[in-house]
């Protein structure tokens, strides 16, 4: 028993797959962030939680791009590279999710709007089956919030980044 690849296993060794992923800050006019509720279909047991826009990198693909791409496909906003720029916000995270567990490595890019109507039509059907609404949340109710929202410290990041004050790195390929 132990601690193995940051992971207590009691017995077992999980084996993480590794994975790029671009991530959307999408913020409106009134400094909400959407957030899409969804939950693991191998775990419909483990509840509900939110999380931002956005998925895995293809092969070859920049962090940037996949931010385009993913965007239009989950929201239906189309954006050019140009538009999203620079990474906000890095970092690395462990879960598992329809019966895989990934160790992701994920760059977060901040896209403002005055509003946007979000258009799922793009969602794939591992995202129709687990994924069931979204809305646009402030600071200050991702603060106040009991609900599970990813990245843990999410409020935090985006108050750090809605202030304008970023740490993150280059936009290259994973």
């Known amino acids: 028993m132990g601690a193995v ?4 296993q009691s017995g077992a060794v999980t084996v ?5 992923a671009a991530r ?4 409106d006019a009134a400094g909400r962030l ?3 509720r969804g939950s693991d279909p191998a775990r419909p047991d483990h509840g509900r ?4 826009p956005g998925g895995g990198l293809d092969p070859g693909e920049t962090y940037a791009e996949g931010a385009v791409r993913e965007l239009a496909e989950e929201t239906g906003l189309r954006l050019s590279v140009a538009d999203v ?22 760059q977060f890019f901040l896209v403002r709007v005055t509003a ?5 039509a793009g969602f794939s059907e591992v995202e129709r089956g687990s994924v ?7 600071v200050d109710e991702l603060t106040r919030t009991g609900e599970r929202c990813y990245p843990l410290d999410l409020a935090q990041v985006l108050a750090r980044v809605l202030a304008g004050t970023t740490a993150a790195t280059g936009g290259r390929a994973c």
Request: charged content about 20%; proline content about 4%; hydrophobic content about 40%.
């Open 5 to 8: 690849g940051g992971f207590w």
């Open 16 to 20: 993480y797959t590794p994975r790029c």
């Open 24 to 27: 959307i800050l999408l913020v």
């Open 34 to 36: 959407l957030l899409f």
């Open 49 to 52: 939680w939110w999380f931002t």
């Open 85 to 106: 720029g620079e990474p906000v916000h890095a970092d690395v995270t462990e879960f598992s999710f329809d019966g895989v567990w990934y160790r992701q490595e994920q």
């Open 116 to 120: 946007h109507q979000v258009d799922t």
């Open 132 to 138: 069931d609404g979204h809305r646009w949340w402030s």
